[in-house]
């Protein structure tokens, strides 16, 4: 199941200009997902972590 939240860009660039420190955060996060997922880190037990991990992925 995917989950998100949208917002109409006007909207959301209104509030972000507003909010600063929202706006550093919201590009945080985006920021380290994109990151993850470049780098084939996508799983979210293996964050902040530079062991493998030894859980199996149940895709295969």
């Known amino acids: 199941t995917t ?3 949208a ?5 959301l660039a209104t509030l972000l200009k507003r909010n600063p420190t ?19 880190n996508s799983n979210p037990d293996q ?7 030894t859980q199996e992925s149940a895709s295969g």
């Open 47 to 53: 964050k902040n972590s530079k062991e493998p991990s």
């Open 3 to 5: 989950r998100y939240v």
């Open 7 to 11: 917002w109409p860009k006007g909207v």
């Open 22 to 40: 929202m706006d550093v955060a919201v590009q945080s996060v985006l920021s380290t997902d994109l990151i993850q997922k470049l780098s084939g």
